[in-house]
């Protein structure tokens, strides 16, 4: 079968024209060509692709090709080739030399067989080497040692064979990054110990061994060693100075022969998120030292010989997903584990006593995976159903004791006996009848996300697109062939493989029981990634005018921005037209809801006038209720400092500055510990101006005045300004943008209202009776003042972001133990 074009292809137009052809400056000559995901199928006819001399950059991923033309390896300009995840079978001819200038190659996802051909010698200039998940052969060619510009090598899932060629490690000064798993490799640990710039590392399911030193005198953020035959006594690493265990993220040690004790130097790696230390053959130990290591979000400790009392410490690790410490020789209680993020969690086959905490049996519902089978706990929760306590709490589990009530046991007349029996009976049914529904109904109404289905992966893996889904003020489609073909980028966790069916089954195929919101820029769906990683799924539903190249280069720059104000983006996935940004979920949810809305989680009204809140020595807000917040000026004051610093460093930070383009209370999140957040910072640029129309059309109450005017040009960041002055009268005075609460035509909106407030000096009128008394009137009237200068009309008028910073800095409330020690 021919190759099938899309219908967006006009012969009548000037090629130059098409969709994914780009031409140089004179329109004369092809120089790229992007075609990814159009569901092209069978093989490129000759005298095609072949003859576009001019070619420099060309991107057929994600489509059916079944073969290549004979031409095609005449275009030796080329510096950019992705035939990723293709169907293209056969070997891959030694004229893949033919491409010089080449500084790109991905053949991932194919069906390539036999040897990779020595003449990627000729690829001196080569950067990056994809050719992952094909059928590739015998050994790693010696020829890949002449290409020493390679950053980045991923020749993972093949049949590769044999040792690496010599000189390996001393031929790549440059190469970040390597992955030889799944393959059957064979080498030891210091075959890389020359690699002195690489920061990932992936030679799981190989056939290493020996010492692992070597590969523990890198500076490295991820090692995945798993499925090898690494031996040695551990203690070896002990001795190691020269590691810095502060770059580590990811560690993977699993299913190898390693002995000795646990390394004591782990706690040192305070951005660990990975821990992987299972099924070795360590010494018997004491749980060691992690509860410091705040930040770590899986631990598999099963069948590492641990022994002793599990420590009190690990309830600090509040991020935990997944927590397997199952075939152990632990004793005592359990603990008090943090729950929050929790999916996974395996004790079983220790010898752990007591109760199992009621808090973790609460959470236990809605976890993707338990097991606390073969210790000897007392289980004192009858709900769960037969299935679940034939897995997942048999053998030596003991039942909960019932105290026995003495009148239960005294001798009463046989008088109607059968009648009364049968009588209590039925009411006793009626009543359990009557007390299911209402508890059905009460979890239903509290958990209503978590009530739809969460549908396996393995379920996703053979279902095809294209797929389409519903909200309630729109429909968005997901031009997408194969689930699991297209790819899904998480840039702290590269090793992960996650595609597009992993977002289906993470948000239940983005059924409306997982959508959070529907912001400017489309839905936002709640979701977890497996592995347990919680995120929000935010749908740019709105057509960008960028490439999927394009799109996907600025989505991986927003994700390198970081601060303790913005949301940080987590990863993304191109899913057709789709752009699917990737963030961590923010679980207090946002200011608007905060401000305006019902407490979060609370379904009815209630009294929270005696709610106290306290700092800790890092200023970190606990222990409150999300309504006793709003009434305090400290915390409304410290998520507009916040909210303000974020926005400085967008505007001053970053180079060239961000503008935010939407700022307003519901783009403000508040994190675990009710720190503010910006969210969706850099969004408005991947859809080009377009965007900003539909932003000042959707946002009344922020919109400022000179979007309002025919001849504005594009947006500024005094623009942004505006938005966060808005957003500071909202904090001050507990209402809302516009609405019916201001009837007079001349200040209809809360700005206006505001402002005419402060030009009449009743300034103090506009202030919250929530927040009065709270902290001196006078500092919340200086920071009326301040919403003031930034709803200025003029932008010129208005005050920088780093201006605004060292205001809110100046009256920034002194910091007590709790409103009640005012009191």
Known sequence: MGLVSSQDYNDSSPFCSWPGVFCDSKQENVVGLVAS????????????????????????????????????????????????????????????????????LDLSGNNFSGVIPDSVSSLSSLQVLKLSQNGFQSNVPSGILNCQS??????????????????????????????????????????????KSLTNLNISGNGFLGSVMGVFGIPLEVVDLSQNQFQGHISQVHSNSSFNWSTLVYLDLSENELSGEIFHSVNQAQNLKYLNLANNRFSSQSFPEIGSILGLEFLNMSKTGLTGQLPSDISQLSNLNIFDLSHNNLSGEIPLLSIKYLQVL??????????????????????????????????????????????????SMNSCPIAANPSFFKRKEAKHTGLKLALTLAISMVCLLVALLLLAFGCRRKSRTWAVKQVSYKEEQNISGPFSFQTDSTTWIADVKHATSVPVVIFEK?????????????????????LLAEGRFGPVYRGFLPGGIHV???VLVHGSTMTDGEAARELEYLGRIKHPNLVPLTGYCLAGDQRIAIYDYMENGNLQNLLHDLPLGVQTTEDWSNDTWEED?????????????????????????????????????????IIHRD?????????????????????????????????????????????????????????????????LLELITGKKPVGDEYPDA????????????????QGSRAIDPKIRGTEPDNQIEEALKIGYLCTADLPSKRPSMQQIVGLLKDIEPVVHQSLNEKN
């Open 746 to 761: 001349k200040e209809s909106t809360l700005v206006n209202w505001v402002r005419g407030l402060v030009r009449r000096n």
């Open 346 to 395: 395996d004790v079983s086959n220790n010898n752990l006593t007591g109760e199992i905490p009621s808090s973790l049996l609460e959470k236990l519902p809605w976890m993707e995976r338990f097991n606390f089978s073969y210790n000897n706990l007392t289980l004192c929760a009858s709900e769960f159903p037969p299935a679940t306590l034939q897995t997942a709490f048999i053998g």
């Open 494 to 514: 590269p090793l992960l493989n996650f595609t597009f069916a992993d977002l289906l089954s993470a948000t239940s195929h983005f059924d409306r029981g997982t």
């Open 37 to 104: 995901g159009l569901g092209l199928s069978g093989l490129i006819p000759d005298i095609t692709i072949g003859k576009l001399e001019k070619l420099r950059y060309l991107n057929l991923s994600n489509n059916k090709i079944t073969g290549l033309p004979s031409d095609f390896y005449s275009l030796g300009l080329v510096k950019s080739l992705d035939l990723s995840f293709n169907q293209i079978s056969g070997v891959l001819p030694s004229n893949i030399g033919n491409f010089g200038q080449l500084e790109m």
């Open 663 to 727: 700022v307003k209370t519901s783009s403000v999140y508040l994190d675990h510990i009710l720190e503010p957040r910006l969210s969706d910072f850099g969004l408005a640029k991947i859809f080009g101006n377009g965007i900003e129309d539909e932003i000042a059309r959707g946002s009344p109450g922020y919109v400022p005045p000179e979007f309002l005017l025919p001849e504005t040009g594009s947006t500024t960041p005094k623009s942004d300004v505006y938005g966060f002055g808005v957003v």
């Open 150 to 195: 390679l950053v980045t090598v991923d020749l993972s899932l093949n049949k590769l064979s044999g040792s690496l060629p010599d000189g390996f490690g001393s031929a790549f000064p440059k190469l970040e990054s390597l992955n030889l798993a799944g393959n059957k490799i064979v080498g030891r640990g210091s075959d890389f110990a020359e690699l």
């Open 617 to 657: 020595d890092n200023n970190a807000i606990q222990n409150v209720s999300s309504e006793g917040l709003s009434t305090a000026w400290r915390f409304r004051h410290k998520i507009a400092l916040g909210t303000a610093r974020a926005l400085a460093f967008l505007h001053h930070g970053c180079s060239p500055p």
């Open 536 to 538: 929000a799924v935010k």
